[in-house]
């Protein structure tokens, strides 16, 4: 399977009989069986569904049908976004059993064109996190080096690509939890405008910020995914009308006297030194492409963070008051005397992980009466200023470069303190915050501990402009020529 160069040229074969659709899932799901222990990047492997899903292709190929442009191309789901076969976990003690009666709308519409889902991916909790440490279910960990994390909060699907288990697999983003993952795992992850993919089945945590998103091994790959999974969907009132371009048919075109903005706040000596080397290669790179590369100021860069993390739990809060005990999930048991309330409460702490009750909290308090005012609201204004920072640097650039995280992957426990961990994702946030799309594409490495550790190069481009976001970063791809395939693994702790 993996000397195919691309996943439409694996289906290609698939549908012109050249290769079995049984025998490309059998080899994914013997090399998740041989790797996952060590890796944990899957919660649930649904082997005999997929097996079954692979004979079905391969009898409508034969028989004639086209089985669709993913015919046979096997991909792994987070456990965020519900599947009507498995289970779907969210990551959380709170989901353990739950099975949801729907699939998603981006898993239908994979299904619809031929995809084979493998299996659903180990998550932080409710998304809730950067570094998959936040799961119910042990933390993945990180293929180049066991001994880290692999990011997150889309981790078990950046690991699951990066080690080869399945070429592609969805995550989703609501701060940079596939972009991050993506760069720190040495993979290709895409973060949508808002509303350019449906969240019906998305399980929501901030539903302003929101967005399922691809994670693949090229450029190419992802633009495939996200044609396929894109546009509107009567069952999300967010998703966009707007029509989606072929993307990958397009995706060779020039852009046409490109222009690169390279905001100051990215480049910040506070990045580790390596990523700032590997950023610096990559503009120089763009030069030889003949790019034009201008200097921009976004200096609300900083005020991401603080901002994303009012909005953010604001609405979280808001979501997960659903978990009652009662309607989803785990129950607890109450002793004599007990009421309802009880129920909540327990059910509450014994299903909810600390990160997730400390956002519950963080956001009750930014809703409160008389906390409003002086947090959510001025997050709010916030917001709009970031989204007019960045509508005013795209008035003079194509796409902004930068880093898309300030550290190459970190060993496991070494960020215990939550704030050194929501800092990670400076660069990414306000993507979301400003509803526009992103891409981290590996653009080099760094050596930590005598291991090779994979750094993300990121571009962010206006709503909607997916088109330019993916010509850009397949530039980079061809022209950089790097090699991201591990080395056979050796996988043991
Ligand atoms: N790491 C960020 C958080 O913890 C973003 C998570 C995400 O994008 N789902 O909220």
Same mark, same amino acid.
């Given at each position: 399977?993996?000397?195919?160069?691309?996943?439409?040229?694996?289906?290609? +074969?698939?549908?012109?009989?050249?290769?079995?659709?049984?025998?490309?899932?059998?080899?994914?799901?013997?090399?998740?069986?041989?790797?996952?222990?060590?890796?944990?990047?899957?919660?649930?492997? @649904?082997?005999?569904?997929?097996?079954?899903?692979?004979?079905?292709?391969?009898?409508? +190929?034969?028989?004639?049908?086209?089985?669709?442009?993913?015919?046979?191309?096997?991909?792994?789901?987070?456990?965020?976004?519900?599947?009507?076969?498995?289970?779907?976990?969210?990551?959380?003690?709170?989901?353990?059993? /739950?099975?949801?009666?729907?699939?998603?709308?981006?898993?239908?519409?994979?299904?619809?064109?031929?995809?084979?889902?493998?299996?659903?991916?180990?998550?932080?909790?409710?998304?809730?996190?950067?570094?998959?440490?936040?799961?119910?279910?042990?933390?993945?960990?990180?293929?180049?080096?066991?001994?880290?994390?692999?990011?997150?909060?889309?981790?078990?699907?950046?690991?699951?690509?990066?080690?080869?288990?399945?070429?592609?697999?969805?995550?989703?983003?609501?701060?940079?939890?596939?972009?991050?993952?993506?760069?720190?795992?040495?993979?290709?992850?895409?973060?949508?405008?808002?509303?350019?993919?449906?969240?019906?089945?998305?399980?929501?945590?901030?539903?302003?910020?929101?967005?399922?998103?691809?994670?693949?091994?090229?450029?190419?790959?992802?633009?495939?995914?996200?044609?396929?999974?894109?546009?509107?969907?009567?069952?999300?009132?967010?998703?966009?009308?707007?029509?989606?371009?072929?993307? =990958?048919?397009?995706?060779?075109?020039?852009?046409?006297?490109?222009?690169?903005?390279?905001?100051?706040?990215?480049?910040?000596?506070?990045?580790?030194?390596?990523?700032?080397?590997?950023?610096?290669?990559?503009?120089?790179?763009?030069?030889?492409?003949?790019?034009?590369?201008?200097?921009?100021?976004?200096?609300?860069?900083?005020?991401?963070?603080?901002?994303?993390?009012?909005?953010?739990?604001?609405?979280?809060?808001?979501?997960?008051?659903?978990?009652?005990?009662?309607? /989803?999930?785990?129950?607890?048991?109450?002793?004599?005397?007990?009421?309802?309330?009880?129920?909540?409460?327990?059910?509450?702490?014994?299903?909810?992980?600390?990160?997730?009750?400390?956002?519950?909290?963080?956001? @009750?308090?930014?809703?409160?009466?008389?906390?409003?005012?002086?947090?959510?609201?001025?997050?709010?204004?916030?917001?709009?200023?970031?989204?007019?920072?960045?509508?005013?640097?795209?008035?003079?650039?194509?796409?902004?470069?930068?880093?898309?995280?300030?550290?190459?992957?970190?060993?496991?426990?070494?960020?215990?303190?939550?704030?050194?961990?929501?800092?990670?994702?400076?660069?990414?946030?306000?993507?979301?915050?400003?509803?526009?799309?992103?891409?981290?594409?590996?653009?080099?490495?760094?050596?930590?501990?005598?291991?090779?550790?994979?750094?993300?190069?990121?571009?962010?481009?206006?709503?909607?402009?997916?088109?330019?976001?993916?010509?850009?970063?397949?530039?980079?791809?061809?022209?950089?020529? =790097?090699?991201?395939?591990?080395?056979?693994?050796?996988?043991?702790?």
């Amino acid at each position: 399977m993996f000397t195919f160069e691309s996943i439409l040229e694996l289906s290609d +074969a698939i549908r012109q009989r050249k290769v079995m659709a049984v025998h490309v899932v059998r080899e994914c799901l013997d090399r998740i069986d041989r790797l996952n222990p060590a890796l944990n990047a899957f919660h649930e492997v @649904t082997a005999d569904l997929a097996m079954k899903a692979a004979r079905r292709i391969d009898l409508r +190929a034969s028989a004639g049908e086209d089985p669709g442009q993913l015919a046979g191309v096997p991909i792994a789901v987070k456990d965020n976004i519900v599947t009507e076969f498995g289970h779907t976990t969210c990551g959380s003690r709170i989901l353990e059993n /739950y099975r949801s009666p729907f699939s998603a709308t981006a898993i239908r519409r994979l299904i619809n064109a031929g995809a084979i889902i493998v299996g659903k991916t180990n998550c932080d909790e409710f998304a809730m996190g950067s570094s998959t440490e936040n799961c119910a279910y042990g933390p993945v960990r990180n293929p180049w080096d066991v001994t880290r994390v692999p990011g997150g909060s889309s981790g078990g699907s950046a690991a699951a690509v990066a080690a080869g288990m399945c070429p592609l697999a969805l995550g989703s983003e609501t701060g940079g939890s596939v972009r991050q993952p993506a760069s720190m795992c040495g993979v290709v992850g895409v973060k949508p405008s808002y509303g350019r993919v449906s969240r019906y089945g998305l399980v929501a945590f901030g539903s302003s910020l929101d967005q399922i998103g691809p994670l693949a091994r090229t450029v190419a790959d992802a633009a495939a995914i996200l044609s396929a999974i894109a546009g509107i969907d009567r069952h999300d009132s967010t998703s966009s009308d707007a029509a989606v371009p072929d993307y =990958l048919e397009r995706l060779d075109e020039p852009v046409g006297d490109l222009r690169i903005g390279v905001p100051r706040q990215y480049c910040s000596d506070r990045n580790d030194s390596e990523v700032n080397d590997a950023v610096q290669n990559a503009i120089e790179l763009f030069k030889d492409l003949g790019a034009t590369i201008i200097d921009v100021d976004l200096p609300l860069t900083n005020y991401g963070i603080a901002t994303y993390y009012v909005i953010a739990p604001a609405e979280a809060s808001s979501n997960l008051a659903r978990y009652d005990g009662i309607r /989803y999930g785990r129950r607890a048991d109450l002793g004599e005397g007990e009421d309802v309330f009880d129920l909540y409460a327990k059910s509450r702490a014994e299903g909810f992980g600390p990160e997730v009750q400390r956002r519950i909290m963080l956001g @009750t308090y930014v809703l409160s009466a008389g906390y409003y005012d002086a947090y959510y609201k001025r997050a709010l204004q916030a917001r709009r200023l970031i989204k007019q920072e960045f509508d005013a640097a795209f008035a003079r650039c194509h796409a902004l470069l930068g880093p898309t995280s300030p550290t190459p992957a970190f060993p496991l426990g070494s960020k215990p303190d939550p704030l050194s961990m929501y800092l990670s994702d400076i660069y990414t946030v306000n993507t979301n915050i400003a509803g526009i799309c992103g891409i981290s594409i590996p653009c080099g490495f760094a050596i930590k501990d005598r291991k090779r550790l994979p750094i993300g190069l990121h571009l962010q481009c206006r709503a909607f402009d997916e088109l330019t976001m993916f010509r850009v970063a397949r530039m980079f791809e061809r022209g950089a020529e =790097l090699n991201f395939q591990l080395p056979e693994l050796e996988l043991t702790r």
